[in-house]
């Protein structure tokens, strides 16, 4: 067995003592070893794709990093990451890599969590563990109008003489809604005249997060807010449907809650081991902007059929705000196809004019 590192830096070996926490923690074995190749980085043409990492046998990818030189603005939400397992055809990873890394807006802050972190200046890094049976590859695609002049990357990884198969595979999925739709036009507050009463208990409607099919758990969420309307978005609650039910198996009291936190943060970023708000600007207002993330590793949310993530976008999904998303999760192969990723162009934010209803039909009372 051997600890392995992909960067585009000279290569170098060295041995571990004493075991590999994140593989030994998911695979029940310890770890040992290193390797591979390259110069300080590579650039990334218009329309071409980096491979981060392409290795044939047993593993588990531990941690990725990357950093980014790019003259165009918008590299968080242009740049892809995409991953695959075992040699499927369709990615088991896919999203803007700022978004992948709780980025979602496409704008640099340093945070910490339990699982990713963006150090200073611009490190982003992945503590995730990402096993694979016989293969993996891991690319980054340029999707926007400009080159990338420098993507400096490393990837660790263990190999192994093989994966248990009971061991799940890793995902993460992107998502967005630019703008939500909503049913009212009278937003004026949190609780205006005509919401005031609706409910909304089936989760019709809902901003989806993650709906897959199979046996795994899913183990979190970042999720990136900007307001077209004023005060605050986040009356809405989460509603998760496991294996198929028609009711929310787990169903929350509001945005703040179900990322841990209370009273709409008061404003106040905020960024700890397994929940966090660490980006707010202007809250409450049109134009406000909010990342936020919530891992579930202290009790990863189990299916043995199928899930369905959701959250409401306001009261009874009353606001129009924009929301972008990736939902982690592991899952036994195969996964159901992911919807078609949105154009590079509808990726970046933007504060769009809303208020009259929406295709969205009012919640009946």
């Not at 950093?67 to 040699?87: E, P, Y």
């Amino acid at each position: 067995m051997s600890e392995k590192h992909m960067s585009a830096n000279a290569a170098t070996r060295r041995k571990l003592l004493g075991g590999m926490a994140t593989a030994g923690a998911l695979l029940g074995i310890g770890a040992t070893g290193a390797t591979p190749a390259g110069g300080d980085a590579v650039p990334v043409e218009v329309g071409q794709a980096a491979t981060i990492l392409d290795v044939q046998g047993a593993g588990v990818v531990t941690h990725l990093w990357f950093t980014i030189a790019s003259d165009d603005q918008h590299h968080l939400k242009n740049l892809v990451l995409r991953a695959w397992w075992d040699g499927e055809t369709s990615p088991s990873i896919e999203a803007p890599i700022g978004d992948f890394f709780g980025l979602g807006l496409g704008e640099y802050f340093t945070y910490q969590s339990a699982l990713l972190t963006v150090a200073p200046v611009k490190a982003l890094n992945s503590y995730f563990a990402m096993p694979f049976a016989s293969a993996a590859k891991i690319t980054v695609t340029n999707e926007g109008k400009k080159k990338t002049n420098a993507l400096y990357f490393a990837a660790d990884y263990v190999t192994l003489p093989s994966v248990p198969g009971e061991v799940g595979r890793f995902h993460a999925q992107y998502r967005q809604a630019a703008p939500c739709k909503a049913w009212t036009d009278n937003w004026g507050n949190e609780y205006g005249d005509d919401v005031n009463g609706k409910k909304n208990l089936d989760g019709k409607d809902n901003y989806v997060f993650l709906e897959a099919s199979g046996r795994g758990h899913f183990v979190g969420v970042t999720q990136a807010v900007e307001q077209n309307q004023e005060f605050w978005f986040g009356e809405g609650d989460d509603m998760i449907f496991i294996d198929g039910d028609a009711m929310p198996t787990i169903n929350g009291t509001g945005t703040e809650d179900y990322f841990n936190g209370a009273w709409d943060f008061n404003g106040q970023p905020f960024a700890y081991m397994h929940n966090g708000a660490p980006y707010i600007v202007d809250a409450e207002r049109i134009g406000g902007r909010y990342c936020l993330y919530r891992w579930h590793t202290e009790s990863p949310i189990a299916f043995e059929k199928s899930i369905k993530v959701t959250i409401e976008h306001g009261h009874a999904n009353h606001r129009a705000d924009n929301f972008y998303s990736v939902a982690y999760w592991y899952q036994a192969e195969p996964h159901a196809q992911f919807p078609a990723l949105p154009a590079a162009d509808s990726r970046i934010p933007r504060i769009f004019h809303v208020g009259g209803a929406g295709p969205a039909e009012p919640p009946k009372n």
